[in-house]
């Protein structure tokens, strides 16, 4: 046989071999949208893990900011946490460290009559008033929105009930709240 002839055979042999099977359109738009759909979900749960994690870390910050501010009541005489100038000065203006995170956190700092130097109860079944201070993004060194003088000379016991409330990463309105009760003597109840 001719060299030639046997070289054409071999190469028909080569191209009349059968094709390997191939993926149809179908198949491949399927595939497409599978991994479309994963790479969806994958995003999906990101962004809730996200919020999580903010909706965590401010509420952490939100404890930081009520220690904070209960140990500066802790810190002073009991005469001062009754007296609404020195608490309004020295506590209520000072920023603590933790609300930065917060963004536009709502303070509302209340000291109220406890216990009546009778033995009565105080606030708000004796139909006093309380000092009560609100710090917001309107008011950032706090103001006065309620106030009595007699804390002092009417109560054995104080109560600071201090309130935040700020908006979540997904739009909840959220709070934290602490209460402290103070005697004479500044002894923590």
Known sequence: ???????????????????????????????IVVAAMFGAAAFATNQQLLTTLRSQKETTAATMMLQERIESFRAVAWSNIADKDFVK???????????????SVIET???????????APGYPADGSNVNQWVRDAAHPTGHNTDNNDNLASDYNLLKVDILLTWTGPNGRTRTRELAQIFGKGNIGQ
């Open 109 to 119: 700092i209340t000291v109220s009559g406890y216990v009546t130097t009778l033995g």
């Open 1 to 31: 046989m001719n060299l030639k002839r046997i070289f054409n055979r071999a190469s028909a042999d080569v191209v009349r071999r059968p094709a390997e099977g191939g993926f149809s359109l179908v198949e491949v738009s399927v595939a």
């Open 89 to 103: 000065q020295n506590i209520v203006k000072n920023p603590t460290t933790s609300e930065a995170t917060l963004g």
